[in-house]
């Protein structure tokens, strides 16, 4: 690609050539549409504008090695959006319009697909919105579901790198029984305040405790929390966080690993005992935690002393990176190799 350097890339977008379109109208799917227009024409009503019928994906294409491009558990990515739609009352995309669609946006795109060497990947972004008008609060008639694409950099400027968090709780993400395990906008909307007060603070990103009882840990930020001890992979048990296809992933290979995995609920006194703990999804993958503050309670909890990432950490980090480049064989059957 011409005038592009690809290992400078920020995590933001560019325009690429393509996006695909596929119109939901009269109870059914329409035909895969191609289009080279980064807009959208939607009525001024259209549900999405006004009651947040909106949901989202997150993915990344990866070239390799061996000069193909894989994808990471695309059928997983389908799988949240159906429970998304069953969530705020969208209709399900199907699993099979949902692979053809990615894997046709990636080859219309293939260009735009970063070197391996770069450290760079294609990202793909699901939108699912409701688009026919309605000024009372229902569900819509009509739906657009699109699939664009863009090249990314790493998530933190640093890339794998440990970054310090800070404990807000003027602010909750979601409420329990709410939306949060729903990838829809709202729950980010709701995380921007909180977010620049950290920033504004000097921290990478803003760390939640539960909204009901402000005692165990929820999320940092926008990504799934786990923290390592005792040879033990451990991640919040929550009825508000986002259920991350990449936490799943790291459960999986800590199993590998021959670690034990817990779900539960983990009181913020906890922090103190970790070993290493960690950010993880799709954006960063895995970001190291060197430091949560409690500024409330003038309290800091340092996991990272000499502020490098933990060796399981690492570990895990390498091991996934290797299964999505096809370095390591995919024993789970998470990827999906572009023809």
Request: net charge negative; hydrophobic share 35%.
């Amino acid at each position: 690609m011409e005038n592009i350097d690809w290992s400078h890339l920020s995590f933001g977008y560019m325009p690429t050539d393509y996006n695909v379109r596929c119109y939901y109208r009269d109870g059914k799917w329409g035909e895969i549409e191609v289009s080279s227009s980064e807009t959208i024409n939607i009525h001024m009503a259209a549900t999405c504008l006004h009651y947040g019928q909106e949901a989202f994906e997150g993915q990344k294409a990866f070239r390799c090695p061996d000069g193909k491009i894989r994808i990471f558990r695309i059928e997983d990515n389908a799988a949240r959006l159906q429970s998304t739609c069953r969530g705020i009352l969208m209709p399900e995309v199907p699993t099979e319009l949902f692979v053809e669609m990615t894997k046709k946006v990636i080859k219309l795109n293939e260009r735009f697909v970063p070197p391996y060497e770069s450290g760079a990947a294609l990202y793909i972004r699901p939108l699912l919105i409701g688009t026919g008008a309605q000024v009372g609060v229902h569900p819509a008639d009509e739906y657009l579901f699109l699939i664009f694409v863009t090249p990314v950099g790493p998530y933190f400027k640093g890339g794998f790198a440990t970054n310090d968090y800070v404990i807000i709780r003027e602010f909750d993400r979601a409420a329990p029984l709410g939306t949060g395990t729903y990838k829809v906008g709202g729950n980010y909307a709701a995380s921007l305040r909180a977010n620049k007060i950290a920033h504004d603070a000097g921290y990478s990103c803003e760390f939640y405790l539960d909204a009901k009882e402000k005692k165990y840990i929820d999320e940092c930020g926008a990504a799934n929390f786990f923290g390592i001890k005792n040879n033990t992979y451990i991640t919040p048990k929550s009825t508000s966080i986002l259920p991350s296809i990449t936490n799943r992933s790291l459960q999986q290979l800590a199993l590998d690993l021959g670690m034990k995995v817990e779900c539960r609920q983990i009181p913020e006194e906890e922090l103190a005992t970790f070993e290493e703990a960690g950010a993880c999804g799709t954006a960063a993958v895995i970001s190291p935690i060197a430091r949560i503050d409690d500024m409330e309670n003038h309290k800091s909890y340092v996991i990272s002393k000499d502020g490098k990432p933990g060796p399981i950490s690492e570990k895990l980090y390498t091991k996934l990176r290797n299964i999505q480049y096809g370095i390591e064989p995919d024993t789970h059957n998470w990827i999906t190799v572009i023809d």
